[in-house]
Nanobody
Framework: QVQLVESGGGLVQAGESLRLSCLAS????????MGWYRQVTGKQRELVAD???????NYADSVKGRFTISRDNAKNTVFLQMNSLKPEDTAVYYC????????????????WGQGTQVTVSS
């Protein structure tokens, strides 16, 4: 199994910054893409940003130029630097990892963190 532990959420004012971290642990064999999604109550979960093992990144249009995703492959950790936060960024942010385990090396699947609340006040 793979466990994801997120940290770094909180309450900030508009224009401020936060940095989210997500550590993957467990019987990991390989990790492919790592990313962040967010969800507002009553709405679908949406992709914020993701990054491949080779470092290619993809961002939602709403966060381009403000958020930066990065990863430390040696530590199985993904980060999301969020600058110039807006009230509409308020959501629960979920870490997502796609990878394989030692027990199932040929089977890639997605894993989710428990979520961390980000609240941006105006």
């Amino acid at each position: 199994q793979v466990q994801l532990v997120e940290s770094g959420g909180g309450l900030v004012q508009a224009g401020e910054s936060l940095r989210l971290s997500c550590l993957a642990s467990g019987s990991i064999f390989s990790i492919n893409a790592m990313g962040w999604y967010r969800q507002v109550t009553g709405k679908q979960r949406e992709l914020v940003a993701d990054i491949t093992s080779g470092g290619s990144t993809n961002y939602a249009d709403s966060v381009k130029g403000r958020f930066t995703i990065s990863r430390d492959n040696a530590k199985n950790t993904v980060f999301l630097q969020m600058n110039s936060l807006k009230p509409e960024d308020t959501a629960v942010y979920y870490c997502n990892v796609r990878g394989t385990t030692v027990q199932a090396k040929g089977s890639s699947r997605r894993y989710w963190g428990q979520g961390t609340q980000v609240t941006v006040s105006s």
